[in-house]
């Protein structure tokens, strides 16, 4: 699972060695100054903590889930908070709120519920081709191979696979892979897909990681 805070770092600092322990990804957008960007796809759950929203309130949670937004979201709120602002947030689109000052523990009992919940609809392995991808245990087999890749390539990988047939852009990809992080360098996605590329397609006679010059990269589609 991964899971996009937006939130004050100092709290995901503190709460991240817990949810790193439950084998759950966490990446931190910190305070931007003004309307918090969309999550990206790849994020199956949102802690939105709405004292990064004091002017904004709600509204940028209800244009996510018009937008076709599926991730779940918690929102964070202060624990003097009205049942207005409770009911608020849970009508915008939160699937429930969190009390502050937030505690690990009660952090990942609702992560494993929301998990629990995902496990219930959905097959966590996907297959493209002779690919074999856990997207929960986040392992990798190719021809019945066990692929070891580090927690960036397997990031790539998982955009690619999500829109397995179709081209991502450079962008997207930099952004899937350093979300909040403006340091990157700018030719990180070649570099990475090159490694990609070596450990899935190297002494294999059809590959499967694909580019469209001046475009991006694919992973290609069943039946081509």
Not at 10 to 28: C, F, N, S
Not at 33 to 48: S, T, W
Not at 74 to 102: H, I, M, N, Q
Request: glycine share 8%.
């Amino acid at each position: 699972m991964r899971v996009l805070f937006h939130t004050n770092p100092a709290l995901a600092q503190t709460l991240r060695p817990a949810l790193e322990g439950d084998g759950i990804i966490v990446d931190v957008v910190g305070p931007t100054g003004g309307e918090p960007r969309a999550p990206a796809p790849h994020y199956q759950a949102v802690l939105l903590d709405s004292s990064l929203l004091p002017d904004l309130g709600y509204a940028c949670l209800l244009r996510w889930r018009r937008a076709g937004l599926r991730a779940h979201v918690l929102a964070l709120l202060p624990r003097e908070s009205t049942s207005a602002e409770r009911v608020e947030c849970l009508d915008a689109g939160a699937d429930a709120y969190l009390l502050s000052p937030l505690a690990a523990p009660e952090l990942q009992a609702h992560l494993r519920v929301l998990r629990r919940r995902e496990g219930s609809v959905a097959n966590p392995v996907r297959h493209v081709h002779d690919l074999e991808i856990n997207m929960e245990g986040r392992t990798v087999k190719r021809g019945g191979r066990p692929i070891r890749l580090t927690p960036r390539e397997f990031d790539l990988l998982e955009v690619l696979a999500c829109h397995q047939g179709r081209v991502v852009s450079r962008s997207t990809i930099r952004a899937h892979l350093y979300e909040g992080d403006d340091d990157a360098g700018s030719n990180v996605v070649d570099v990475y897909v090159r490694y990609l590329r070596n450990k899935i397609d190297k002494g294999f006679s059809k590959p499967l990681i694909l580019t469209r010059w001046g475009q991006g990269y694919l992973l290609r589609a069943e039946g081509a």
